[in-house]
């Protein structure tokens, strides 16, 4: 990954699209009884934690997956590893279902984009936590 300056200069360059489509997100059904009103977008839980793209402090974000199975092992933590498991061990959750119109997308998972921002396909997907918890650079909060 590019340094902070860097990815600042190559982002300028690079074109971006629209996006127009539904995408899902899932909150434990606990969450959302717990505030006073239902907040199921609720979008600083990635700000005071740390999440894959957002460090902690890092901006607002409202994480959302394309497939409604995508957005329930990444909202409960359970991965195709644990998938057997999930349905007997997971919180129970709640799907919503989102139509979104983004005006302004980044598409990195393009390989010339990765490329123009010095990234891998490996960089972006690989173990964050492990990276945050030691206390290293995560190349993906850049």
Request: aromatic fraction near 8%.
């Amino acid at each position: 990954m590019l340094s902070a300056k860097q990815l600042a200069v190559a982002l300028k360059s690079i074109s971006t699209q629209e996006y127009s489509r539904n995408v899902f997100r899932a909150v434990e059904l606990g969450a959302l009884l717990m505030p006073k009103h239902m907040q199921p977008l609720y979008d600083l839980g990635p700000r005071a934690t740390g999440q894959r793209y957002t460090p902690v402090g890092g901006p607002r974000a409202l994480y959302a997956a394309e497939h409604p199975a995508t957005a329930y092992f990444e909202g409960t933590g359970m991965f195709t590893a644990v998938a057997a498991l999930a349905h007997q061990n997971a919180p129970a959750t709640v799907t919503f279902n989102l139509s979104v119109h983004l005006q302004s997308l980044l598409d990195v998972t393009d390989p010339s984009v990765q490329s123009r921002l010095g990234t891998t396909e490996v960089e972006l997907t690989r173990c964050w936590k492990w990276q945050m918890a030691m206390g290293q650079v995560v190349p993906t909060h850049v």
